[in-house]
């Protein structure tokens, strides 16, 4: 069963992670963090999907790249989307079948409005 | 006597919290349910230490030798106003929502920037906090600006 609103936010960066988080709770979206992407991994595969994924890429222990591949394979229906400092974020995107990106830095208008694309 | 005590706990705020980062200090200098007024749209939130050791510790992390100068500190016996000015060299990366910002990689640069709080105090805890900061001067100073018209974000959905 997918929880409406969920959104689990999986960086290493611990204020980009918390105050995301914070600013999502604030908009009433039910929110869980992850800080690699092992720890995004067991989450998934422990509790209810979220709605949304908003994956990391570049991350200590198991990066972002990694883990995609597994809920594109177990829950495909789920939406991840992709922040990244790379360039081609798009491109990157598409390969990987993500369902969107954010570039680093990003605004909090364009995180709110992806995540509301998405999770709302 | 109230509006000194109510001076000497907005002080150990700049000098231990910001200046020093010594978190533990603030459920000290807070009220439990001390309230947090957001910037922007000026919503009360009920979490303000909280909010504030994420804030202040996204500063930290960031600009990790951040120093908050006082210019002019007004205290009364039920309200404190400091108008403060940040400085820190940015050499981790930077986030955060009054700034409207997200995983700013570090420039090297050094930012100014000031600001002004108005905290409310009953027995010399804090029991709220509205601030306004010059978000748009530190973001110029980073190599950013906020967007004054419609632009094409940098970001998207890939279908």
Known sequence: MTIPGAVLVVDDDLAIRELIALVLADEGYAVATATNGADALTRLQQSPPPTLVLLDLNMPVMSGWELQAWPRAELPVLPVVFMTAGRHAQEEARRHQAAGYLIKPFNLDDLLATVAHFAA | ?159
């Open chain 2, 1 to 159: 006597m109230s509006a000194r005590r109510n001076e000497a706990t907005v002080r150990r705020l700049v000098d231990e919290v910001f200046n020093l980062g010594a978190f533990d200090v603030l459920d000290e200098l807070f009220a439990g349910q001390a309230t947090f007024y957001r910037l922007g749209d000026g919503r009360p939130i009920s979490d303000a230490p909280r909010r504030m050791r994420l804030f202040i510790g996204a500063y930290r992390a960031a600009f990790p030798d951040l120093h908050v100068q006082v210019d002019e500190l007004i205290a009364t016996d039920e309200t404190v106003t400091v108008s403060w000015t940040m400085q820190g060299t940015h050499t981790g990366p930077f986030s955060h929502p009054e700034a409207r910002t997200f995983g700013l990689p570090p420039t090297g640069r050094v930012a100014r920037w000031g600001g002004i709080t108005l905290y409310h105090l009953v027995d010399g805890r804090i029991t709220s906090s509205r601030g306004y900061a010059d978000a748009v001067g530190l973001l110029r100073q980073l190599g950013l600006t906020l967007a004054v018209a419609p632009t094409t974000p940098e970001t998207g959905a890939t279908s």
